[in-house]
Each structure stands twice: as structure tokens, then as C-alpha cells.
């Protein structure tokens, strides 16, 4: 699994032109899920994003969790995070899990990262034409892939 973790003041989603969704300060997570992927992925993924300091202390220093914070989530699915430009300047997504994979693996992100923040989670649609806008706040941007674990 990988995600792109954006630390916002506000993002917001519309999927296929109509349908709008919202979060106010907190953090925008892309999530691109690969067919090696497992339940521990989600497990140790969620738990990193929920207790990630990244947002500022009293001092100004990256120091407070969106947890800490009581801020907001939004996960989009993102296929092309695991997009590969080995060859040509074609992305190739062969690594990207199709749908009956996928799918329910990111049912349990969500759920699990719910679990993690103690509230509802926000959510793009998966497979469906999104629009993402936010405001990044810092900018504050984190790649984190659950094959690195850095």
C-alpha cells in the first residue's frame, strides 16, 4: 500500500461533476493498493497516518497528530500512485490491484481508519472520475509505503 498523506486546511472531492464532499483542517490521504497488499498493511498503515505528527504545538513544532488535533480525514483511492515509468512515457499500472482486489481492501481502510479516529472518515469513490481540491497546509506532504516502512 502506498498514500500520499497531505497535511490541509481544508479539501474537498467531487465525484463524476455532481457530488461534493468536505473536510476542514486535517489530513487528505491518496491510498493506492497493490495485489501484495494485505489486512496487516491496513492494520500498521492506519495506525502510522492516525499518529503522525505532523501538525504544529503552542511552539510552532510539527509535534500533534490529527488525532491531537481533533482534525478531519479524507482518503481518495488513487490506482496511479503505483504507476511505473520504467520504459517509455506511458505509466504502465500493472502493479495497481484491480477492483475485486482492491475493493475490499479499501472498505477495510476506511473502516479501520475510522476505527482509528474515533469519527467518520471522508471518501472519494472508488473507480469513479474525482476532482480533489485543498488547500495544503505548510505544505506538509508524505509519502509512506507499507513496503518501505520508513
Known sequence: MRVVVQ???????????????????GLLVLLGIEDADTDEDIEWLCGKIARLRIFNDEHGVMNLSVRDISGEVMVVS????????KKGNRPSYIQAAKPDYAIPLYNKFMHKMEHEMNKKVVCGEFGAYMQISLINDGPVTIIIDTKDKE
Open 7 to 25: 497535511r490541509v486546511n481544508d479539501a474537498s472531492v467531487l465525484i463524476d461533476h455532481t457530488e461534493k464532499r468536505s473536510i476542514g483542517k
Open 78 to 85: 488513487q490506482f496511479t500512485l503505483h504507476a511505473s515509468t
